[in-house]
């Protein structure tokens, strides 16, 4: 976080207190706010806004300068419309400008890259002239924004200098093998250090078609991925045309490559939640042999900063597949000469480093004896189910007219679930916002009439009428019924209440949170006295073979149940599943990790226990 100037804390000027209390705590919180700012970007949007709620101004405004003159570039509230690419000169800031009547007008010089100065204004019959405090207040957020602009553009050199290093360590990274596939997980996996993407891949590219050979993020591929068929798919495209583009926004193509792409793919890229993509082809003199292919589920995903960083990754790794290609043309060539130079080597060995090695395979056996870790446990028939229901309620009444989710639907916390008939509020909302635009015009003609009388009552109305339209809104906003909880939908049919009342308050769907799971399995009653609470579990799933979760046993039963003439006792065991990558009806293969043996415990433990119960079988 970016240290404030200690003169922006300066003390006030004569005249000028600054007491404590709800005032200096606003004024201070956004200083600081804006002080701790690293992004330039931002400084100005935040200025604007301290400056318009501290000095409860009606408008605000920035000013550059231009040619000789002060320009306008920004502008918020009042007249904000109508101040942009406005010139004047420095010493009109300071007062009402042509068009503005009845205004209270306060301003602050900037020194921070075109800047010149920020200006706030407000009604002066409603708010007043400003007063000296305020001035000073203005001053000291401008000095704040100064402080800000300066941290921002010292991170901006830092950047470069982080950029370089992710270059430097790019290129002793993809240099430093020849093995092909390992090659292509360097690359894919450094992009990742570059780019905020959801989904990276790189593919071969040979005869119109792309061999997907490593994703970002995982150790294996499967080809047979729906999403990763479609992603081959495109990818083969984008290789074929053999020129970079950057897809910022699918819904709003830049260029006729776009709009040529998104006529082929936009249906797989909409299923697949592909919002913008990057697509470098890996291409050289020969041709081009690959290609880098980065999606996110945003709009514009990636700056041309990194953009630069993912073509020179893409570069990189042309070269490296050429070499590593090359290489591999000679099929086994390395693998038979080291396995014979090995063979060769040990027979060379003197007879002592022979029996070295002997020992240490002894040693080797001992600690396989005596080092231990937790026993697994096989759990029998594991099925995940949700852990809590969560009634979908309306907030107000009104008829169903469409369903957005289906039965085993899958949502998100805050997405729509129900849509109630809303035509007849909206048409309300609608008559009371016109009502108060009427209202506002009727009081500005009543102001330049003079009326003050009626400017008064025109300005009340207009109130009441916001306010009622506010309430509209709020009741157009209602009928968008929207899930409280991320999960599943659990009532059967649910299309079919469409036509149908909703009262206010009553439950009309119902979702199971997924956000932690409950894995319900069985054990067998031979293992049960190893099985505890708190004990951890750990499983896969089919659709994320890669990856291993884990959770907690929670509870053991205390009867058995009969399963095909095998006693088994349920367990329930809490599962986090945070990214929600697990679904309530999935079926696990899990393990419950019990206390610690050895390998030789684990191999005589079988044959142990039958041969106790054989013997107490004989002799008892």
């Not at 592909?274 to 945003?298: F, N, Q, R």
Request: a negative charge; one cysteine or more.
């Amino acid at each position: 976080m970016a240290a404030m100037d200690p003169g922006v804390l300066a003390t006030p000027a004569a005249g000028v207190p600054l007491t404590p209390g709800p005032a200096i705590d606003a004024w201070f919180a956004a200083t600081l706010d804006i002080a701790s700012t690293l992004d330039a970007n931002d400084v100005e949007a935040k200025l604007l806004n301290a400056a318009t709620t501290l000095l409860s101004a009606d408008g605000a405004s920035l000013w550059q300068m231009h040619g000789g003159s002060l320009v306008c570039p920004i502008a918020v509230g009042e007249g904000a419309q109508r101040l942009v690419g406005r010139r004047a000169a420095g010493d009109e800031l300071a007062q009402p400008l042509d068009g503005e009547e009845s205004v209270a007008v306060v301003s602050a010089p900037l020194t921070f890259g075109d800047v010149g100065a920020v200006r706030v204004t407000r009604d002066a019959a409603a708010g007043g002239p400003y007063t000296g405090a305020e001035r000073e207040t203005l001053d000291r957020l401008a000095r704040a924004a100064e402080v800000a602009w300066r941290n921002a553009q010292q991170v901006t050199s830092n950047d470069r200098a982080r950029d370089l290093a992710l270059v430097m360590e790019m290129s002793r990274e993809i240099a430093s093998t020849l093995d092909l596939d390992r090659v292509m997980r360097s690359v894919v996996n450094l992009a990742m250090k570059a780019l905020p993407f959801d989904r990276g891949a790189i593919a071969l590219y040979e005869r119109g078609t792309c061999d997907i050979r490593a994703v970002a993020g995982t150790d294996e591929v499967d080809p047979d991925d729906p999403e990763l068929q479609d992603l081959a798919a495109r990818s083969a495209w984008a290789a074929g045309i053999g020129e970079s583009f950057y897809l910022s926004d699918r819904t709003e193509p830049a260029s006729d490559a776009e709009r040529t792409f998104l006529q082929i793919f936009s249906d797989d890229l909409a299923a697949d939640g592909v919002a913008s993509g990057l697509y470098i082809p890996l291409k050289d003199d020969e041709g081009v042999v690959g290609i880098l292919v980065l999606e996110s589920a945003t709009t514009d995903f990636a700056t041309p900063r990194q953009q630069e960083l993912a073509t020179i990754l893409a570069n990189q790794a042309t070269v490296a597949l050429r070499n590593a290609q090359l290489y591999n043309q000679v099929p086994l060539a390395d693998a038979l000469g080291a396995l014979h130079a090995r063979k060769e080597a040990f027979f060379a060995l003197p007879r002592h480093r022979r029996l070295a090695m002997a020992i240490g395979v002894l040693v080797a056996v001992g600690a396989l004896t005596l080092i231990r870790w937790p026993l697994r446990v096989d759990a029998k028939a594991p099925q995940f189910r949700p852990t809590s229901r969560a009634e979908i309620r309306p907030l107000t009444d009104g008829i169903i007219e469409r369903v957005l989710v289906r039965e085993g639907t899958s949502v998100e916390r805050g997405a729509p679930i129900v849509q109630l008939r809303d035509a007849e509020r909206r048409a309300d909302y609608d008559a009371a916002a016109a009502a108060a635009i009427v209202a506002d015009r009727a009081a500005a003609s009543a102001a330049s009439r003079g009326d003050a009388a009626e400017e008064r009552l025109q300005r009340m109305r207009a109130d009441v009428l916001r306010r009622e339209a506010a309430v509209r809104d709020e009741q157009v906003r209602a009928a968008t019924v929207r899930a409280p909880v991320a999960g599943v939908v659990l009532t059967p049919r649910p299309e079919e209440r469409v036509g149908s009342w909703a009262d206010a308050g009553s439950p009309i769907l119902v979702l199971g949170r997924t956000d932690t799971l409950e894995l319900e399995f069985a054990v067998d009653q031979r293992d049960v006295g190893r099985v505890s609470v708190g004990e951890e579990v750990r499983l896969r799933v089919d659709a994320f073979p890669q990856r291993t979760f884990a959770g907690r046993v929670t509870s053991l039963a205390d009867v058995g149940t009969d399963s095909a003439g095998i006693v088994v006792f349920p367990v329930r065991a809490m599962v986090p599943n945070v990214d929600g990558a697990l679904r309530p009806g999935m079926v696990a293969y899990a393990r419950v990790l019990t206390a610690p043996s050895s390998i030789l415990g684990r191999a005589v433990r079988e044959p142990a226990r039958r041969l106790r119960l054989l013997w107490w079988r004989m002799w008892s």
